[in-house]
DNA sequence: GATGAATGAGGATTCATTCAT
DNA sequence: AATGAATGAATCCTCATTCAT
């Protein structure tokens, strides 16, 4: 008797595949087919798991969008001081180290999810983080400088991977550094 | 004699149209269909003017892209200091308050740029770019600072569109001055 | 000790919520995901009941056609009068009443049936029916009459539905009436 | 060099073709590949001509719903006397006998019809036929007679095809003298 | 300088059906 | 008596591309 491949968790690795894909290929060009094929199951497979191909890509959102909804909701209850943004950068970079792929996608899909409804909540979601980062008063190159401290982090983040002098945690330590700096009062 | 629409520079209007849908919907969501219907001709058309609907989007970049290797090899000529830096990040930031649309579609569209051509023709552009702002004596963090630089230019022109409170070319402006203030010694 | 849900005649209720479906939209397009749905169920509870969907159908068929058999059974064995051609009308009629739903799908889905095997069926049983209701030696038009009776009543019966002015079985009766005097001699 | 086959006229090809199938095996179940091998074009080719499958079906109805209208606007026109409404019996026959196919698929596909929009259209259609063959002072048999007056041609038109001891103009011709017969004071 | 007609490849999706549990 | 997971075949439809005119 052979072993069996688990035929558990199908779900979990269709999100993996899908998002895999997505990351590389983009939304659009990647077809249900390849996932399937790479899974080594059938495109109704993931119909019986997923209602859509859009729901496959809000599925693998919504969980990890809710780590970052905490960490707004926390920095809201804060005192709004510069200490309290450093923070912020600090938690959202460690978020993201373990979203990397999303963190990719999220960056270079704007026309994708600007047509698709999990988009307009990715945007009020940013929304919300810059408007932890910043505030009216501040000058406009200072407000520029919190949401530019966000791309930091992401940029920091998803270029480790194709700088091979560094590796991917020195060069995230360093955006972490960059964007700190980049927070004023 | 009856007045004639004028016909002339169809392959101009082309261009814009096709970087106008690209910008907004993507390159793999916009039909051939969409750019001809736009522009009250048909599909078949855009095929006497263009090989393929890639050569629309390589014509569209070939253009620009020569402004963006005139001024690598500029700074290329000049001595390596921060004032050439400094000077590099405030003509790049000209060059691309005339591509906005263009801007927006190379930061968006990353996955479609990887995997044709002009994308790796691009990538080495920007490597360029990177090249002449960065050195490798330089501190990891300052590295980073060098090539957000450049983001904090293309974030600057191309988040001037949503901002209701500040018009374009004053985001643009303090966008300059971030970037101004991220290359280091 | 909880209260079950009465598990009971699962088979009768998956009939019924099928004929239901049938009637409304159409066999092709109902699908067995929706008559399992209404019901609660799995689609694969279905098959535990039934071997196809097609088998759904006939099962429904089966029952009611008996007695449309021994109707034709009967008028065979009796004198062929008009009174005998009229009595089969009356308890055509009846019959009717209670299979609202099938003779709607009978009626409405024609191209289904003709494709199936219980089609063909019904089919032979109409004959059978026309036969007892016209002889050879009438003229074209009341031939046509007697197998147009038979419509009268379907259409009677069906039509009282959609007709709020009348209930059900008045139109019916005046079905019957307009059916008997098509019958002739 | 050879003669080609005639390039044009390729839509209105389709709707025959399409009609014969819609009527034989009904609209579900006709699949747009059926009707393309049958006429040697490829599927693409029909969406050149048709937006939808379901266009196809509507472009088919729209033509011969025209006649039907101008017969209802002609009747209503006319004073409401038996005679009148006996010959608007007569020119819809007529219509009809040039529509065989399209009689069929309107009676043997009314669940397909309840869930498109034209099937709406012809409902009401056929509501302003009945409107000009009845009258409310009418008993509810002789309404009835009326309505079936109505099915009446359609069965005598459609049946023609499919009984061999008598053409086709014959059982129409027949169906006339009933339907006729049907209409009341 | 452009169109009308068509193709071939491929897309997402749905369906009836199966089978081990 | 019924489910959960999956399949294979089919569906409608869209797209970039071609070519004779």
Known sequence: MTTR????????????VALDLFAEHGYEKTALREIAEKLGVTKAALYYHFKTKEDILVSIFTDSAEQIDELIE????????????REVIRRYSGLMRGNRKLLQFMHENQPTLRDLPIGETMKH?????????????????DQLRGRLAVFAISFGTMVGMSDTKHSGDEVADAAVEVALDLIRE
């Open 125 to 141: 979601r940013m929304a919300g983080l810059f408007e932890v980062l910043t505030d009216d008063g501040q000058s406009l190159p």
């Open 5 to 16: 491949e688990r035929p558990r968790d199908t779900r979990a690795r269709i999100q993996q």
């Open 74 to 85: 926390w920095a809201r209850a804060q005192p709004p001081t510069v200490e309290t943004r």
